[in-house]
Nanobody, 116 residues
Framework: EVQLVESGGGLVQPGGSLRLSCVAS????????MSWVRQAPGKGLEWVSG????????SYADSVKGRFTISRDNAKNTLYLQMNSLKPEDTAVYYC?????????WGKGTLVTVAS
C-alpha cells in the first residue's frame, strides 16, 4: 500500500522558514518523480514544486521560485520542501504527491500558517 506522510507544518511569522518532510512507503520511492502541491483556504489545488527520481531536475511555481527548495533523499524514502521568506499567501495545506501509472497518490497534508 502506497503511503505518503507529511510533517513539519506549523505557525510561522512572515519572513520565517519551515522545512516540510514527506516519508514514502509501499513503492520504490527512488524510481518516481515527486511533487509538492498546496491548497490555500477556500481555493483549489496549486502545484508548488517537482523533482525527478534522481533529484537531477527540479521545477517551481513562479509564486515560490527563489524562496522554496525541493529535495529528496532516496536512501531515506523522504521528500523535502525547504520554505524560506514565507509570506501570508503561502498559508495552505501542503501535500506530497506521487504519480504512478497515471494514478495520483496523496498524503493527508500538513498545515502551514504564515501570520504575525
Amino acid at each position: 500500500e502506497v503511503q505518503l506522510v507529511e510533517s513539519g507544518g506549523g505557525l510561522v511569522q512572515p519572513g520565517g522558514s519551515l522545512r516540510l518532510s514527506c516519508v514514502a512507503s509501499g513503492f520504490t520511492f527512488g524510481s518516481y518523480a515527486m511533487s509538492w502541491v498546496r491548497q490555500a483556504p477556500g481555493k483549489g489545488l496549486e502545484w508548488v514544486s517537482g523533482i525527478d527520481s534522481g533529484a537531477g531536475s527540479t521545477s517551481y511555481a513562479d509564486s515560490v521560485k527563489g524562496r522554496f527548495t525541493i529535495s529528496r533523499d532516496n536512501a531515506k524514502n523522504t521528500l523535502y520542501l525547504q520554505m524560506n521568506s514565507l509570506k501570508p499567501e503561502d498559508t495552505a495545506v501542503y501535500y506530497c504527491n506521487a504519480n504512478m501509472f497515471a494514478i495520483d497518490y496523496w498524503g493527508k497534508g500538513t498545515l502551514v500558517t504564515v501570520a504575525s
